[in-house]
């Protein structure tokens, strides 16, 4: 089984609509990361978390929330879907220490129309 | 803001040669890592570089840290069509130890 799943693997919806994204890890990190992904762009962080209590803005916070239900648990909201959300999501995770190194899901193909 | 140079953006050759590409910055990192990204799927890491002028193999491929920690280099020695993929490099900064930045990659094509 994969240390770290992502649901749904692929999502079309509105604009307007209300849309969550789940991760779930059991690789027993307390590090949780969402990214996304799109052309010509790179990965850009979007949120992350160090514990169930600690949550953290990344470089495109704007239009999203999350909330870190459990250690394995980081579900990323997007509250009013717009187009220029259609992208690649992933959510990944990192162990202790000061390396970071990510661990990803299999990510999220979001479309929004 | 501290970024990371891909170079280059696309490479197409054919199996059996071999190749280079690179990270660079002009920022210092506490640790440099490369990941392999294949479609449809999450990028997966292949190596951590913490130590300037550190190597280290895997297989055919070859990494390499600047010995200043502001840039490095993957080399695939004969390359084959399952290395096909995006290769990104990401990097801790120095300063902070909670996230990583990440190039915007180089796609690599290996034509059987």
């Known amino acids: 089984d994969a240390d770290v799943t992502q649901t749904p693997r692929n999502r079309i919806t509105k604009t307007g609509k209300r849309i969550m994204l789940e991760c779930s890890q059991t690789?027993?990190?307390?590090?949780m990361y969402w990214y996304r992904q799109d052309p010509g762009l790179g990965l850009r962080l979007i949120y992350y978390?160090?514990?169930?209590?600690?949550?953290n803005k990344g470089e495109i916070s704007d239009g999203y929330s999350v909330s870190r239900q459990a250690q394995a648990k980081f579900s990323l909201s997007l509250e009013s879907a717009i187009p220029n959300q259609t992208a690649l999501y992933f959510c990944?995770?990192?162990?202790?220490?000061?390396?970071?190194?990510?661990?990803f899901g299999p990510g999220t193909r979001l479309t929004v129309t | 803001t501290q970024l990371l140079e891909q170079s280059p953006q696309f490479l197409s050759i054919q199996e059996g040669e071999n190749l280079t590409v690179y990270c660079n910055s002009s920022?210092?990192?506490?640790?440099l890592q490369w990941y392999r990204q294949e479609p449809g799927e999450g990028p997966v890491l292949l190596v951590t570089?913490?130590?300037?002028?550190e190597v280290k193999k895997l297989k055919r491929l070859t990494f390499q840290f600047g010995d200043a920690r502001k840039d490095s280099s993957l080399h695939i020695t004969a390359a084959q069509p399952g290395d096909t993929g995006l290769y990104l490099c990401?990097?801790?900064?120095?300063?902070?130890?909670?996230?990583?930045?990440f190039g915007k990659g180089t796609r690599l094509h290996i034509l059987p």
């Open positions: 990944a995770t990192s162990g202790g220490g000061t390396i970071l190194e990510q661990y």
């Open positions: 690789k027993g990190h307390d590090r």
């Open positions: 978390s160090f514990d169930v209590k600690d949550i």
């Open positions: 920022s210092v990192f506490s640790s």
């Open positions: 570089v913490v130590t300037g002028g």
């Open positions: 990401a990097a801790g900064l120095t300063n902070r130890d909670d996230k990583i930045i």
